[in-house]
């Protein structure tokens, strides 16, 4: 099995809303990513958890806040968001955090803030 | 600043022929690369990977060259396939010097035309 589920697909909320991303595997890799990606843009790197620690958090906004309760989940807990935070949101996970560890990515979920 | 840049945003190409996607980097401590293949809803898929310590690496009908001295990889498909009409992201991160992350390119849209 090599699949990282995201929940939900898709996401609409308003600016002062709290809502949640969840983010699944089940492949025992110790590594979890969120990223996020604009249209026409890459996918950029928010944060980083290796062994339920994070790791690198790339100066991300305390509106997004992340959390690994367990080595098979990682959320992404959003607060108090701006239209411009619309995007795709993805997750992925790979056996350790090093860059050459294969990273699997979920579906993403697409969010909209209005 | 775009440290990996791929500077064809769109490839049209005929079925059977080669396709070549392309890609720069600008920052020297990277050493490891990937492509990765994304289909509309779906997250994006590991399909290839190079380190700095090699020239070429091959699977299938997919070969990624690199070349070190120009900053420059490419990513071969032959024959192409219509299956193969994807975005493919160009993807590279340093295996040394502490936070590895990988950073992505824009991507390039390959439709195959039967």
């Known amino acids: 099995d090599t699949e990282v589920t995201q929940t939900p697909k898709h996401l609409v909320m308003g600016m002062t809303n709290k809502k949640s991303l969840k983010c699944e595997q089940h492949m025992g890799h110790r590594a979890m990513y969120w990223y996020k990606q604009k249209a026409k843009k890459p996918p950029e790197l928010m944060f980083v958890y290796s062994y339920e620690k994070l790791s690198i958090n790339e100066s991300v906004p305390s509106r997004f806040s992340p959390e690994c309760p367990n080595s098979s989940l990682l959320n992404l807990h959003l607060h108090a968001l701006q239209p411009e935070d619309s995007a795709l949101y993805l997750c992925?996970?790979?056996?350790?955090?090093?860059?050459?560890?294969?990273?699997?990515f979920g579906p993403g979920t697409r969010l909209l803030v209005l | 600043d775009q440290q990996v840049k791929q500077n064809s945003p769109s490839l049209s190409v005929q079925e059977g022929r080669i396709s070549i996607l392309n890609c720069d980097y600008t920052?020297?401590?990277?050493?490891?690369f990937l492509w990765y293949k994304k289909y509309p809803a779906e997250g994006p898929t590991f399909l290839i990977s190079i380190s700095s310590i090699k020239d070429k690496n091959e699977d299938g009908r997919f070969t990624v060259f690199l070349n070190k001295s120009a900053k420059h990889l490419s990513l071969h498909i032959v024959p192409s396939q219509p299956g193969d009409s994807a975005v493919y992201f160009c993807?590279?991160?340093?295996?040394?010097?502490?936070?590895?992350?990988?950073?992505f390119g824009k991507g390039t849209k390959l439709t195959v035309n039967p």
């Open positions: 993807a590279a991160g340093p295996t040394q010097g502490g936070s590895e992350k990988l950073v």
């Open positions: 920052n020297s401590m990277f050493d490891y």
């Open positions: 992925a996970s790979s056996q350790g955090d090093r860059v050459f560890e294969t990273q699997y």
